[in-house]
């Protein structure tokens, strides 16, 4: 059984910080996902990452995927308020398009 | 907005009640998932139908009961729950292409089973 471990399981910290959440497996992966799902809503996918040692960056995100394609991390400089959400990380099975093990997310809070 | 409906976004029910849950995608997708998130818990994959065919079944007891009328409409038939199954239930769908595929999630039915 694949799984995902998240860390930090809870962050809350002030406007204009830095952060980064953490996601490792011991099993390797085609790819891997990140989403955030807010406060009664689904989760949306922010960013699929393919390669091991890719780095993609969405405005003040930036994701890593680790070079034996087992880790990947989610870094966000000078978060707002608007970034509070649970951040979910997923796996992609190489023998399914579809089949995604998620991890169980890192709660973010950030106070304005 | 994600083109992904549920209904209702939440429900209450007794442990004898028979009740279903509701999803449709606008998306022309072919493919459409049923998940539970529970707290301290991953999301968790329950069925999946491609083109209208249940393709996965990730040992679901069998009170939890799914359908798939056509590719836009799929349901979760619920029947002598317990406790343990209040949830958020999550529908996803996606386009089905044999490369990497993204799903889309509705917001979730909040579940309470008492």
């Known amino acids: 059984t694949q799984l995902l471990e998240q860390s930090p399981q809870f962050l809350s910290i002030q406007e204009g910080e830095n952060l980064t959440v953490y996601c490792n497996s011991s099993s390797v992966f085609s790819s891997l996902q990140w989403y955030r799902q807010e406060p009664g809503e689904g989760p949306v996918l922010l960013v699929t990452v393919v390669t091991g040692g890719e780095v993609k960056k969405l405005k003040r995100l930036t994701f890593q995927f680790g070079d034996a394609r087992k880790d990947s991390s989610l870094h966000i400089t000078a978060a707002q308020p608007g970034d509070t959400g649970l951040y979910l990380c997923a796996g992609v099975d190489g023998g399914s398009n579809y089949k995604l093990t998620f991890g169980k997310g890192t709660l973010l809070t950030v106070n304005p | 907005e994600t083109g992904v409906t549920q209904t209702p976004r939440h429900l209450v029910m007794g442990m004898t009640n028979k009740k279903s849950l509701k999803c449709e995608q606008h998306l022309g997708h072919n493919a459409m998932y049923w998940y539970k998130q529970s707290a301290k818990k991953p999301l968790e994959l329950m069925f999946v139908?491609?083109?209208?065919?249940?393709?996965e079944n990730n040992s679901v007891p069998s009170r939890f009961s799914p359908e798939c009328p056509n590719s836009s409409h799929l349901f979760l038939h619920l029947h002598t729950l317990q406790p343990e199954d209040s949830a958020l239930y999550l529908c996803a769908s996606s386009q089905a292409s044999g490369v990497q595929e993204t799903q889309y999630f509705g917001p979730g039915t909040r579940l309470l089973v008492l």
């Open positions: 139908y491609n083109f209208k065919e249940q393709t």
